[in-house]
């Protein structure tokens, strides 16, 4: 995959929005989990979303990325409803996503699977790419050169050929981060990509964040609950509390803001 020049991806986030909630709401019978959510986050952002356990912050994402419809509001992507859209439609038009529960096949090889989220751009159909009939050959080789160079940037390169289930927890969080930049995104999101990671990996991780904002050109929305790790990487915060934003700002506002004082460790 040919590497981008670094943009100032922030700089350009101040005037394009890239995706917007809009009275978002998803009611599980009597439990609310998203209560009428609304934010905007810009292009070229590095955007956290942080609240308690059970704020509703992976539900939110599950509303992004299609696993789930609202119960009411809109989730409007480059001015599109994608509301009522199911996954593969979402990754198709440049929305990826990895899983707080990591979800890898892990009977096939790193190689195999980052070369599967590929196929969603591929040209060739099923019967040319299973009879081997052109340009499904060619087609081929180039999805596994991409992959090979994904693995590479995430510093798997020489592990292609091994199982994912072998793969030590963090490296297995880097191929997830491989596959989903495989789909060619646009808004890449990073449901706590720090989990079981010690403060080296951490740091190593965030710096990773930044590098394939710039190189990509991406758009990143990140749960986390390492706080400090969100305070040093986010443009901007969200902070959830029971499925309602309770705050939004820069990491300076949202980290003095008392209700999210209170969220996290109690009144006084």
């Keep these: 995959m040919p590497l981008k020049e670094p943009v100032n991806a922030t700089a350009e986030s101040n005037c394009r929005p890239m995706l917007a909630a809009k009275g978002l709401s998803r009611r599980f019978g009597g439990l609310v989990a998203v209560n009428n959510v609304s934010f905007t986050v810009n292009a070229g952002e590095i ?3 942080i609240g308690p356990n059970g ?12 696993l789930i419809p609202p119960s009411s509001g809109q989730m409007i992507y480059q001015g ?8 593969h439609q979402v990754a198709a038009k440049g929305i990826a996503r990895t899983f707080q529960n990591i979800r890898l096949f892990g009977n096939l090889s790193a190689l195999e699977n980052v070369m599967i989220a590929q196929h969603i751009h591929s040209h060739s159909g099923i019967l040319q790419g299973v009879l081997g009939l052109s340009p499904a050959p060619r087609e081929e080789r180039q999805i596994r050169q991409k992959a090979r160079e994904l ?15 072998n793969f030590a927890y963090g490296n297995q969080r880097r191929l997830e981060i491989a596959r989903a930049l495989a789909l060619q995104p646009q808004v890449l999101l990073l449901d706590e990509p720090a989990a079981g990671m010690n403060p080296s990996e951490k740091h190593q991780l965030s710096n990773f964040i930044r590098q394939i904002r710039d190189q990509f050109d991406l758009t990143v929305l990140l749960i986390e609950h ?5 305070m040093g990487l986010c443009d901007r915060i969200a902070v959830l509390d ?27």
Excluded: C, M, W
């Design 47 to 49: 955007f956290g979303l």
């Design 55 to 66: 704020a509703g912050k992976t539900t939110l994402f599950n509303l992004v990325t299609g």
């Design 80 to 87: 599109a409803d994608l509301s009522r859209l199911r996954p």
């Design 151 to 165: 693995l590479e940037l995430v510093g798997l390169g020489d592990r292609a050929d091994e199982q994912a289930q």
């Design 226 to 230: 390492h706080v400090p790790l969100v």
């Design 242 to 268: 029971f499925g309602q934003l309770i705050a939004l700002g820069d990491p300076a506002q949202v980290k003095n803001n008392p209700a999210v004082i209170e969220a996290y460790l109690g009144a006084e």
